[in-house]
């Protein structure tokens, strides 16, 4: 009787695994600061009961939208990606003069949740270029919208950073796709794919590879113009790459022609 009273009165809660009780206080501060100890002794249950005590028994307190936005980081610290950005998402409709939603966070960690979901190479199974990519291009989508409305954030260099990777990651692909076009004698379809990473990606860091595959395929099909110029701007514009020397040897058989 007198531990059930105790309980009653601090709030006692077990975890999900049984192991540690959590003791609610009786304000909004220090159940707060009680969940961000547990989040940051990555004790992610007990965090997320602090913050949603804070959310649920101090609506009004200037700590609960902070606690939603707590719970969507412990959701992320656990990889639940999917659960941790809707939560985000929340965040920022419900709180957009939070300092945090206002500065970038919330949506630097949106954009880092997408990229999380990309696929990953693995030795048993198909490299990730080979997969669906969906996921990078739900990534990319995100990490340019988050440069078009926080151009002076401080998370910029992160997003950015993230952004070339996830472009490297599709680029890949497409480069995978055209191969794989080629090797099946289907030309156009391979050029449509490069012609595609040279427009839409131009800061991906392949280009003297895809322009050099481009130039190929175009004389695959007797476009010989189209070819000595793909090659003529690849040795301009990259003199110094592997892939020039390449086209400087395709230019002089296109002259001796």
Known sequence: ???????????????????????????????????MEELEDENYPEAVKYFTFVKNKFPFSRYSASAELRIADAL??????????????????????????????AAYRICSGYVKQIPSDWFLVPPSYEKDQSATRDALRELLGFMRIYPTSKYVPKVKKLYQQSVRRLVAHELYVARFYLDRDKPKAAIFRLEGVLKNYPDAGVHPEVMLLLGQTYLKLQRNAEARRTFSMLVKKYPGDANSAKAKLYLKHLGEQ
């Open 76 to 105: 992320y610290a656990q990889e639940k990606y999917t659960e941790s950005i809707d939560a985000y998402k929340l965040f920022i409709n419900f709180h957009p003069t939070h300092k945090e939603v206002v500065n970038g966070y």
């Open 1 to 35: 009787m007198v531990v059930a009273l105790a309980c009653g009165v601090c709030g006692c809660a077990t975890t999900g695994r049984g192991t540690k009780k959590v003791s609610y206080s009786q304000t909004a501060k220090s159940n707060y600061h009680k969940g």
